[in-house]
């Protein structure tokens, strides 16, 4: 079953239509990749998927549903969550209080509850505390709980934030270009990391530009360039589709 089904999307920017007529459905419990060069529309794309823009013409459905007109927040609380192609932390909050601010759409509470601390909310705010370390400990943060987020070397800043957007339960999970500026050994753990997300049932699409990341661990690949989708298939069919060649070889770009 699709759990995320995208039809005829299309975002036109005045004169330029920066994704047209882009339709492609994700499996439930898939690891999705779109890939495309710089200024592809990949971007755009999460964009309107995660609700941040309206689309000018199309639909996206997700767990069965039309999300299309939905609001970002409502999106999220639906289990849609993504992270941002630049890092989006609270860099004055520590590590721990980055993750626990992931909690916000799965926690009750307000001012009221702030101020009295009944009973529930210290159960609470204790199940956060565990569940926080689990997260750190599964993204290989272990022990920098009370670091400043900005003081983290910036590989670990993109793990912190998957460990940031783990915590709001997602049941798909976007992530935009998690691999920008890491050297090989921190991709490569975050691609370990991506791959035991999507182990324990979380369905994944991730936009990368980077194709290294991409083929090794999608394993369903569509291919956007100049905002049209002008392939899909496997890893291996990618790799040898005439159009997706010329896509890169024709740019600056190499695959
Ligand atoms: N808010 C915007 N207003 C105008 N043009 C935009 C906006 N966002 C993106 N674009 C343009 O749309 C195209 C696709 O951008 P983007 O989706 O960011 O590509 P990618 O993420 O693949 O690099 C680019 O030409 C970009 O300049
Ligand atoms: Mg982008």
Do not use: C
Not at 61 to 89: M, N
Not at 106 to 124: D, H, S, Y
């Amino acid at each position: 079953m699709a759990i995320l089904s995208i039809r005829n999307l299309t975002k036109r920017f005045g004169g330029l239509a920066a994704n047209d007529d882009i339709s492609f459905d994700v499996e439930e419990g898939a690891l999705f990749a779109v890939i495309g060069p710089n200024g592809a529309g990949k971007t755009t794309l999460f964009n309107m998927i995660s609700g941040f823009l309206q689309p000018s013409a199309g639909s996206v459905s997700f767990a069965g549903q039309d999300i299309t007109d939905l609001p970002q927040h409502e999106i999220a609380a639906r289990g849609l969550v993504r992270t941002y192609q630049l890092v989006q932390l609270f860099k004055d909050l520590t590590v721990a209080e980055n993750v626990a601010a992931g909690f916000h759409r799965v926690t009750k509470g307000g001012v009221a509850a702030a101020l009295f601390r009944p009973g529930w909310m210290r159960e609470q705010e204790r199940a956060i505390a565990a569940r926080t370390d689990e997260l750190l400990s599964f993204v290989g943060l272990d022990g920098l709980d009370a670091v400043p987020a900005d003081k983290l070397p910036y590989g670990r800043q993109r793990l912190l934030e998957v460990a940031r957007a783990l915590a709001a339960q997602p049941k798909l999970l976007l992530l935009d270009e998690p691999a920008a500026g890491l050297n090989l050994q921190e991709t490569a753990a975050l691609a370990d990391v991506i791959e035991r997300v999507n182990a324990q049932g979380v369905t994944v699409v991730l936009v990368e530009h980077d194709m290294g990341l991409v083929m090794r661990v999608a394993r369903r690949i569509a291919v956007i360039d100049f905002g049209r989708k002008i392939a899909e298939g496997t890893p291996e069919e990618i790799k040898t589709h005439p159009d997706v060649l010329a896509a890169y070889l024709g740019g600056v770009e190499t695959v």
